[in-house]
C-alpha cells in the first residue's frame, strides 16, 4: 500500500483504514463475511468530497447562481471524473476484488473505482480531519477544476414565464390547443395561453411548440407591463 500513499501524497497513521478503503465488498463476501470493507468508508467519503467541492465553488466563483454552482459540482464529483482520477492515480493496482468481480473487470470499471477512492477520502478524514482531507481533494482535483465561470443557458419564454406567475400567483398558466390549419407539410397551429388571473393570450406558429412560446413571449410582456406601470 506504501505505493498508494505515494500516488496520494498522504501516509495513514492507522493503516487498517487504508486496507478497509481498498476492500471491496465482493472481496470480503468470498473471503470473510466479517471483514470490514469499504462501502461506509465510500459514505463518508461522499459526503467529504461534497463539502469540499462545494465549499471551493462558493469561494472561487462569488457571482455564480445556485443552479450553476450545482451544474459545476455534479461534473466535478460525476463518476467518470472521479474514475479518471482513480485512474491517475492507479487505484485499480491496490483494490481487492472477489474472484467474480475480478474476473468481470471490477478493477477498471467506473463504479468500483468511484467508489474506492470516495473510500479513500473517507479512511483520510478519519486517519486525520477535514482540513488535511479537504486540501488532499482540492490538490487532486485541481486539473479538473474549470478556470472560469461557464455561461447559463438563457431559459425559454414559456420557463421564464412559468417562474413569473409562480411567484405572483402561486400558479402556473395553462395552454389548449385551439385549432391547426392548412396542409400536413405546413400546418399552422393557434395557442391560447391562459394566465392564472384569466387573462389569455394566442399565437400561431408552424408547431405547438413554437406557438407555446411565442404565446408565453406575449404574456411575459404583458405581466412586465403591469409591473411598470
Known amino acids: ?22 476492500t471491496h465488498s465482493s472481496y470480503a463476501n468470498e473471503y470473510d463475511t466479517s471483514m470490514a470493507h469499504n462501502e461506509r468508508l465510500e459514505f463518508l ?3 467529504v468530497l461534497e463539502l469540499s467541492v462545494s465549499e471551493t465553488l462558493y469561494a472561487r466563483f462569488p457571482q455564480a447562481r445556485e443552479g450553476v454552482l450545482t451544474s459545476m459540482r455534479s461534473k466535478l464529483v460525476s463518476e467518470p471524473a472521479l474514475a479518471q482520477l482513480a485512474r491517475e492515480l492507479r ?5 481487492f476484488l472477489g474472484k ?17 477512492l470516495e473510500s479513500l477520502f473517507g479512511a483520510i478524514f478519519l ?4 482540513p488535511t482531507t479537504r486540501g488532499i481533494i482540492l490538490r487532486l482535483l485541481e486539473p479538473f477544476w474549470p478556470s472560469r465561470l461557464p455561461r447559463e443557458r438563457k431559459k425559454d419564454f414559456k420557463s421564464r414565464l412559468q417562474e413569473l406567475t409562480q411567484k405572483q400567483f402561486q400558479a402556473r398558466p395553462t ?37 407555446e412560446q411565442c404565446a408565453a413571449e406575449q404574456a411575459l410582456a ?7 406601470q
Open 1 to 22: 500500500m506504501k505505493g498508494l500513499e505515494d500516488h496520494i501524497g498522504y501516509t495513514f497513521t492507522d493503516s487498517t483504514l487504508l486496507h478497509q478503503a481498498m
Open 175 to 211: 395552454y389548449a390547443l385551439i385549432s391547426s390549419e392548412g396542409p400536413e407539410h405546413a400546418k399552422v397551429y393557434t395557442v391560447e395561453l391562459t394566465l392564472p388571473d384569466g387573462s389569455a393570450c394566442r399565437a400561431s406558429s408552424t408547431s405547438m411548440k413554437k406557438a
Open 45 to 47: 467519503g461522499d459526503a
Open 127 to 130: 486517519d486525520s480531519d477535514y
Open 222 to 228: 404583458v405581466l412586465h407591463a403591469r409591473q411598470n
Open 91 to 95: 487505484i485499480g493496482e491496490f483494490i
Open 100 to 116: 467474480g468481480e475480478e474476473r468481470q473487470g471490477g478493477r477498471d470499471r467506473d463504479a468500483v473505482l468511484c467508489d474506492a
